[in-house]
């Protein structure tokens, strides 16, 4: 039953998301040998001015 | 001071999530004998191109 | 396919927990009118030494 | 490698999300003594009609 | 920046996780054609009786 | 309403994670000018057997 929360930057077509996630799944059921109907993906898309490294939001940097 | 995050597919009308919020926390109460004051619940609708099951994502299905 | 994730302070019972999650299933399908086998609940204990409010821990509490 | 997430009403200017990370991000390398590029801090906007306390929706408070 | 919250039973040994974070990175980076170093995996174990599916928990399914 | 959940490596002494969270708790009051009884923080320890950046877990850099 593993379920994924992936956070990435929004901005990514929606054919690189479907890729994204049938590599994932396809990946996990080979390594923990489980059902890929076990296998739930959510994306989740953050804007730059939402996430900060360093104390800096992506947003403002150049 | 139970928390609830609820992942549900966009597109609930918001009388629907006005009762969903109150069953759950009058539930939760019953149950756990707590003070309603100390339930949060926080509602995340999800698109169905953002949730895969199986490596496919629900806006795929037909 | 509501997922819930909950937080709640360690120490309930294993029956209280079966009880919270039946009828937290239960509430959300006569909502939401959704199949049972569509909700997953996680529940998350949290340690009183973890969980803060208003700056304070809770096992700090008195 | 401290990563935060952190639900709040959306609606605040994007100066203070700004001021926000700088001051929490600062803090935490102060206490933890760790390095600012190791901290990750994603704010996440939530409507007042998605976020519920004692079984009531804060956008339909009055 | 990808970040991953991947929610599994527990009891998959340290090498099948080693494995797994490895495998999801490179296709990860692979389809999104990011630095490997962006990626961040945080694995939580759950316990079967703390997540349920249809109202009942794993630990009870027989 | 903030509410935190802050994922860092364990080892953190009680006595860092109750500076940390009064710290953060007064900045964010400060910052958003909201009542500190509306600031809620949980702590995750995570261990670094369960946490990977660029594919590899911490507990197996050397």
């Known amino acids: 039953m ?3 929360r992936i956070e ?4 990514r077509s929606q054919e690189k ?3 994204l996630v ?10 923990l040998e489980c059902d890929p109907g076990s296998v739930d ?3 989740i898309d953050v804007k730059r001015e939402h996430w900060a490294t360093g104390g ?3 947003s ?3």
Do not use: D, M, Q
């Open 8 to 11: 990435l930057f929004e901005g």
């Open 41 to 43: 993906i959510i994306l």
């Open 56 to 58: 800096v939001l992506w």
């Open 22 to 31: 049938e590599a994932l799944t396809k990946e996990t059921c080979r390594v």
């Open 60 to 62: 403002e940097r150049s």
């Open 2 to 4: 593993p379920t994924f």
């Open 17 to 19: 998301k479907r890729e």
